[in-house]
């Protein structure tokens, strides 16, 4: 059973808007038993506890309830339609045949319906037409034409972004990169990979673990999103708490600008300090300012001793405690550091087949999921071992369980993975991603339940080891009376508590207007003055990152 099971609400995706046929898929269950942690010994072999689902009552579940095709979210608001755009015309369609071909330029309502709404079904646009470029001399025709013609467009890679930023708002073309999907090359000396901007990232993950390194991005949307996305939004992911940021992975970029030229920045050095580094400013930037075409990318090599613990805390103070002592006992290991609470939990229980507690006992305040990667398997091992012991003497802990082989790892991951595909199966969804200081991490939780009462249920996980807060509100349906109650509030203390409105999703279309809560006017200006420079006539992805009174 693969590790990643979000991205299948997105399965089929890519075969359908490539007209190809959708393989079946089916849910697999986990069994087996797991090694418990309650007595703690290092040395001795722990007791064994087969665990099952815990019965719920959570948001009244059995009942069914219907999703509003666009919410009541920041992006729900009305944003006309820039009138210096043309309207695409039957010649605009003639001439993209002519360099995509008839089966690449897509005017089929399916497949438009398809691409034109984000997975949520929270955003969606008007499209008339879907391209599929197979190279980036097409991609630059594209909008070398686009752009001549004043017509916007929206760059699409595997559209499981959360706010709005991979549909149209309005009838852009949309550009799919999923025909360019070819690895171009691996130095497998240094573990440098060039490939496509539209390959999918599991299959890069796949391709380089046969080759014996791994990507240093990885996502619950894995089987899904495409790399090019991945670098223009900037993606953080489960291993940033030990590979870091794009920024610091991503050697080089080939791009391609709104006026069509294609800007070859693919370098595979570690070091070239010759000018501006000019990729930066492509990645984040959520294909507003040109198309990711080609990456050059650092992989580290994949290593052989990997462990896995699932652990309960009882209170969100115990839960720092144990980071900084993983961060000081596990040191360069320590690969993913993640945070669940119980409402979590009881959420992915009750709304994902075949998933189970690996702490069937009881229901804990929150859980913590601990994973060491290293090279000596007998070394990592004790080096767990002898962090958890400390940790369950102190206090920190109060029960655990460590994976004994890959089903187990997977069964574990699938919980905390989970989170998100089981939250729209709740009814509606609001969705925060959020970075704050650790010790501020999951008050804003807290004042969100206080805030809500009983009209919603308030979730909080994340990525605790790099400060990154998923908080998600689950209502019924989607309500203007309950976004009013969340939003400003929450971009206000967030802003109020030094932190930042995305941690990795992006602004898109839903934080477009709330960026002045993270960045200063003069921070602003200068990215507008960016945006007006490298696309005058504003056609790239437009009506998001930045506010549209900008620009009027």
């Known amino acids: 059973m693969g590790r990643r099971r979000a991205s299948q609400l997105l399965a089929g995706y890519r075969q359908f808007l490539l007209g190809r046929p959708t393989p079946s898929s089916h849910e697999q269950s986990i069994s087996g038993s797991y090694w418990k942690l309650n007595t703690w010994r290092p040395c001795c072999m722990f007791r064994v506890s087969v665990g099952t689902p815990q019965a719920s009552n959570y948001l009244n579940l059995g009942k069914t309830y219907a999703i509003k095709q666009r919410s009541f979210g920041s992006a729900a608001t009305d944003i006309p339609r820039n009138p210096a755009f043309s309207n695409l015309n039957a010649d605009d369609i003639s001439y993209f045949r002519t360099i995509l071909g008839e089966r690449n330029v897509v005017e089929d309502e399916d497949r438009l319906s398809a691409a034109n709404v984000d997975w949520m079904r929270k955003y969606q646009g008007s499209s008339k037409l879907l391209l599929l470029p197979k190279s980036s001399q097409e991609v630059s025709k594209i909008l070398h034409h686009c752009n001549s013609r004043k017509l916007a467009v929206v760059p699409q890679g595997g559209n499981t972004g959360l706010v709005g930023g991979s549909v149209p708002v309005h009838d852009e073309v949309i550009i799919n990169l999923a025909s360019m999907d070819k690895i171009v090359s691996l130095d497998k000396i240094n573990g440098i990979l060039v490939c496509e901007g539209g390959c999918i990232l599991e299959n890069l993950s796949s391709f380089l673990e046969n080759e ?42 080939e791009v391609v600008l709104a006026n069509g030229t294609i800007l070859d920045m693919l370098g595979t050095l570690r070091k070239d300090n010759t000018g501006y580094d000019l990729k930066h400013l492509f990645i984040g930037s959520e294909g507003s300012l040109g198309i990711v075409t080609k990456v050059s990318i650092l992989t580290p090599p994949k290593l052989m001793s990997m462990n896995l613990a699932f652990l309960a805390c009882k209170d969100f103070t115990s839960c720092q405690k144990l980071l900084l002592e993983a961060k000081r006992a596990l040191g360069g290991v320590l690969s993913a550091f993640e945070f669940m609470d119980s409402h979590s939990m009881d959420l992915v229980l009750s709304h994902l087949d075949g998933v189970r507690s690996p702490l069937p006992s009881s229901l804990y305040n929150f859980y913590i999921l601990v994973e060491t990667t290293g090279s000596d398997e007998t070394y990592d091992k ?17 029960d655990g369980v460590v994976a004994q082989d890959i089903n187990q790892s997977s069964s574990f991951w699938r919980i905390r993975e989970g989170i998100s595909e089981a939250s729209v199966k709740v009814g509606a969804v609001y969705k925060y991603d959020l970075s704050l200081p650790i010790d501020q991490f999951y008050g804003i939780v807290e004042e969100m339940r206080n805030r809500l009462g009983e009209a919603a249920k308030v979730v909080g996980y994340g990525h605790l080891g790099d400060g990154n807060l998923h908080l998600n509100i689950m209502t019924t349906r989607y309500d203007s009376d309950i976004l009013a109650q969340i939003e400003p509030y929450v971009y206000e203390w967030t802003s109020k508590h030094k932190g930042s409105i995305s941690a990795e999703h992006g602004l898109g279309l839903m934080k477009a207007n709330k960026i002045h809560y993270s960045k200063s006017p003069e921070t602003v200006q200068l990215m507008v003055d960016i945006k007006k420079m490298l696309d005058p006539n504003l056609i790239l992805n437009p009506y998001k990152v930045l506010p549209q009174s900008c620009f009027n």
Do not use: W
């Not at 996502?219 to 940021?245: D, E, M, P």
């Not at 080096?383 to 940790?391: D, I, P």
């Open 212 to 253: 014996g390194f791994i990507m240093p991005l990885d996502l619950g949307a894995k089987g899904s999103c495409q790399i090019g996305g991945n670098i223009s939004t900037n993606a953080g992911g489960l291993r940033f708490v030990r590979y870091g940021s794009l920024h610091g992975t991503i050697l080089g970029l």
């Open 382 to 398: 004790t080096k767990l071992e002898a962090f958890l012991l400390r940790s369950m003497e102190e206090g920190l802990i109060l």
